[in-house]
C-alpha cells in the first residue's frame, strides 16, 4: 500500500528562486504538451505519443533560443510534467467512455503561472537525496531545511515539492507500507461501532458517546471577514493586494489545517479502539446544496470518511457504508419498527410501539451498526478492505510511537 507523508520544507531566497524557476518550466512543458495535442485534433491528426512530445518539447527544444532555459532544472521534472498531461488526458477518455468512477472530468486546461497550487516531482531517476544533516537535497535546487515531524518508515520512491497559496513549501514522499508490519502495531480488539455524522455534534457513536463539531471556519469567520474586506479594498495588481491576498490564503490555509489535524486524530483513536466500523454513504454534494452549505463543508465529512477508509484498509480494520436511504432516524433500535419521518428540530422521542424513549443520534448511530451486520459478528462483517490510492499520512498522529525523528 502506497501512503504519502507530508512534511514542511524552508527553502532560502537562492532555493525559492530555483524552485520558482522549476515550476515555470514544467507548467511550461505541461502546456506546449496540451497545445501539441489540441492543435493534433483540430488537423485531424492522431494524437503524437509521449515520445514523441519528449523529443519535440524537451530534447529539441533546449537546443532553441526560445526555449534553452529548460536545460537550467532537472529534466525528470519535465518528463514527470510531461506524464501529468498524459494522466490528464487517460483520465478525460476513460471519463467520456464512462469507465471512470466519480463525477465527469473535463479536457485538461492550460496551467497559469497565478495558479495557487505550484509542484513539481522527482523521482528516484532524479538521484535526489536526504543529506547525513536531514536536508533534502534536490538537484539543481539545492539542500532545503526539512521540518521532520515523524520517521520515514522505508525509502520513499519519489517526492513531490508543492508551493500552496499560502506560500508554504510541501515535501511530499510516497512511502510503499508493509501490511503486516502496519496491523502488528494495531491493539487487537473486538469492538464495532456505529458512527451517525452530524452537525450539532460531528459525530455520535452507538455506545453513546457524542463528539462536538469543532466548526473552525465558522470560529475562524470573523478574522477571514477583516482580511477580505481588507483585500477588496487594496487596488488590483498592485504588492498591497497581493500581501493581502497571501494574508486571506494563510488565514484559510489554517483552518484547513485544524480541520484535517481533527480528522486524523478522531479516524486514528476509532481505528485504534474499534475491529469495525460503520458509517453513512452520504451524499455531501447534494447536501451542499442546501441552505446547511457552509456548515457541511465546514465539517469536511467526505474527507473524514476517506481517511476511515484508507486507515482501515492499511491496518487491517473493515469499514462498512450503508446506503443513505437507510431510515436509521425513522427506526427504533430497540423494537424495529419504522415511526416515520421527523423534522430535525426533534432531538427526542418515543417509540409508538414499545415506548422507548430515544436520542435521535445516538438511535441512528445504533441503527447504522444494525444494518451493516455489526451488531451481532463481534469481529465485525466478513468484508475484506480493498487497496485505495495513495493518500496523506496522519499529520501530528498521537496513536502510535513514531520512534526517533529523521536525522
Same mark, same amino acid.
Given at each position: 500500500?502506497?501512503?504519502?507523508?507530508?512534511?514542511?520544507?524552508?527553502?532560502?531566497?537562492?532555493?525559492?528562486?530555483?524552485?520558482?524557476?522549476?515550476?515555470?518550466?514544467?507548467?511550461?512543458?505541461?502546456?506546449?504538451?496540451?497545445?501539441?495535442?489540441?492543435?493534433?485534433?483540430?488537423?485531424?491528426?492522431?494524437?503524437?505519443?509521449?515520445?514523441?512530445?519528449?523529443?519535440?518539447?524537451?530534447?529539441?527544444?533546449?537546443?532553441?533560443?526560445? $526555449?534553452?532555459?529548460?536545460?537550467?532544472?532537472?529534466?525528470?521534472?519535465?518528463?514527470?510534467?510531461?506524464?501529468?498531461?498524459?494522466?490528464?488526458?487517460?483520465?478525460?477518455?476513460?471519463?467520456?467512455?464512462?469507465?471512470?468512477?466519480?463525477?465527469?472530468?473535463?479536457?485538461?486546461? %492550460?496551467?497559469?503561472?497565478?495558479?495557487?497550487?505550484?509542484?513539481?516531482?522527482?523521482? /528516484?531517476?532524479?538521484?535526489?537525496?536526504?543529506?547525513?544533516?536531514?536536508?533534502?537535497?534536490?538537484?539543481?535546487?539545492?539542500?532545503?531545511?526539512?521540518?521532520?515531524?515523524?520517521?520515514?518508515?522505508?525509502?520513499?520512491?519519489?517526492?513531490?515539492?508543492?508551493?500552496?497559496?499560502?506560500?508554504?513549501?510541501?515535501?511530499?514522499?510516497?512511502?510503499?507500507?508493509?501490511?503486516?508490519?502496519?496491523?502488528?502495531?494495531?491493539?487487537?480488539?473486538?469492538?464495532?461501532?456505529?458512527?451517525? %455524522?452530524?452537525?450539532?455534534?460531528?459525530?455520535?457513536?452507538?455506545?453513546?458517546? #457524542?463528539?462536538?463539531?469543532?466548526?473552525?471556519?465558522?470560529?475562524?469567520?470573523?478574522? %477571514?471577514? #477583516?482580511?477580505?474586506?481588507?483585500?477588496?479594498?487594496?487596488? #488590483?495588481?498592485?504588492?498591497?493586494?497581493? #500581501?493581502?491576498? %497571501?494574508?486571506?490564503?494563510?488565514?484559510?490555509?489554517?483552518?484547513?489545517? /485544524?480541520?484535517?489535524?481533527?480528522?486524523?486524530?478522531?479516524?486514528?483513536?476509532?481505528?485504534?479502539?474499534?475491529?469495525?466500523?460503520?458509517?453513512?454513504?452520504?451524499?455531501?454534494?447534494?447536501?451542499?446544496?442546501?441552505?446547511?452549505?457552509?456548515?457541511?463543508?465546514?465539517?469536511?465529512?467526505?474527507?473524514?470518511?476517506?481517511?476511515?477508509?484508507?486507515?482501515?484498509?492499511?491496518?487491517?480494520?473493515?469499514?462498512?457504508?450503508? &446506503?443513505?436511504?437507510?431510515?436509521?432516524?425513522?427506526?427504533?433500535?430497540? =423494537?424495529?419498527?419504522?415511526?416515520?419521518?421527523?423534522?430535525?428540530?426533534?432531538?427526542?422521542?418515543?417509540?409508538?410501539? =414499545?415506548?422507548?424513549?430515544?436520542?435521535?443520534?445516538?438511535?441512528?448511530?445504533?441503527?447504522?451498526?444494525?444494518?451493516?451486520?455489526?451488531?451481532?459478528?463481534?469481529?465485525?462483517?466478513?468484508? $475484506?478492505?480493498?487497496?485505495?490510492?495513495?493518500?496523506?499520512?496522519?499529520?501530528?498522529?498521537? &496513536?502510535?510511537?513514531?520512534?526517533?525523528? /529523521? /536525522?
Amino acid at each position: 500500500m502506497q501512503l504519502r507523508y507530508s512534511f514542511r520544507l524552508y527553502p532560502d531566497t537562492g532555493q525559492q528562486q530555483a524552485l520558482a524557476q522549476a515550476f515555470g518550466c514544467a507548467r511550461v512543458v505541461f502546456n506546449d504538451a496540451v497545445r501539441a495535442r489540441e492543435d493534433a485534433r483540430e488537423a485531424g491528426q492522431p494524437f503524437p505519443t509521449a515520445g514523441q512530445l519528449s523529443t519535440r518539447l524537451i530534447t529539441e527544444a533546449k537546443r532553441t533560443a526560445e $526555449r534553452s532555459w529548460l536545460g537550467e532544472v532537472s529534466a525528470v521534472v519535465l518528463q514527470q510534467s510531461l506524464r501529468d498531461a498524459e494522466t490528464a488526458y487517460r483520465n478525460f477518455f476513460s471519463s467520456l467512455k464512462g469507465t471512470r468512477k466519480g463525477p465527469k472530468v473535463g479536457t485538461p486546461r %492550460l496551467k497559469s503561472r497565478k495558479d495557487a497550487r505550484q509542484s513539481i516531482r522527482f523521482t /528516484a531517476n532524479a538521484r535526489w537525496n536526504i543529506t547525513d544533516s536531514g536536508r533534502l537535497n534536490l538537484p539543481k535546487i539545492g539542500a532545503v531545511k526539512v521540518k521532520w515531524s515523524r520517521t520515514l518508515p522505508t525509502t520513499p520512491t519519489s517526492v513531490t515539492v508543492i508551493k500552496d497559496a499560502a506560500g508554504r513549501f510541501f515535501a511530499s514522499f510516497v512511502i510503499d507500507t508493509d501490511p503486516a508490519a502496519d496491523q502488528a502495531r494495531m491493539p487487537e480488539t473486538d469492538r464495532t461501532t456505529g458512527i451517525d %455524522l452530524g452537525l450539532t455534534h460531528f459525530a455520535v457513536l452507538s455506545d453513546g458517546t #457524542k463528539i462536538d463539531s469543532p466548526r473552525f471556519l465558522r470560529r475562524a469567520e470573523k478574522k %477571514l471577514k #477583516k482580511a477580505q474586506k481588507e483585500q477588496s479594498r487594496k487596488q #488590483k495588481g498592485s504588492k498591497n493586494r497581493a #500581501k493581502a491576498r %497571501l494574508k486571506v490564503a494563510r488565514a484559510h490555509a489554517k483552518v484547513a489545517d /485544524a480541520r484535517r489535524e481533527f480528522h486524523h486524530q478522531l479516524s486514528t483513536k476509532l481505528i485504534c479502539e474499534n475491529q469495525a466500523i460503520a458509517v453513512e454513504d452520504l451524499s455531501v454534494a447534494g447536501l451542499a446544496r442546501t441552505r446547511l452549505a457552509k456548515s457541511v463543508h465546514d465539517a469536511g465529512w467526505a474527507s473524514f470518511i476517506s481517511m476511515l477508509e484508507y486507515k482501515t484498509a492499511r491496518y487491517g480494520r473493515t469499514l462498512v457504508k450503508i &446506503g443513505r436511504f437507510t431510515p436509521t432516524s425513522q427506526t427504533c433500535s430497540t =423494537c424495529g419498527v419504522k415511526d416515520g419521518p421527523k423534522p430535525l428540530n426533534v432531538r427526542e422521542w418515543t417509540c409508538s410501539a =414499545c415506548g422507548t424513549v430515544h436520542d435521535r443520534d445516538t438511535n441512528a448511530a445504533i441503527n447504522v451498526k444494525t444494518a451493516a451486520g455489526l451488531a451481532v459478528s463481534a469481529c465485525g462483517a466478513p468484508v $475484506r478492505p480493498e487497496p485505495v490510492l495513495a493518500q496523506r499520512e496522519e499529520t501530528g498522529s498521537r &496513536g502510535f510511537p513514531t520512534g526517533n525523528r /529523521a /536525522a
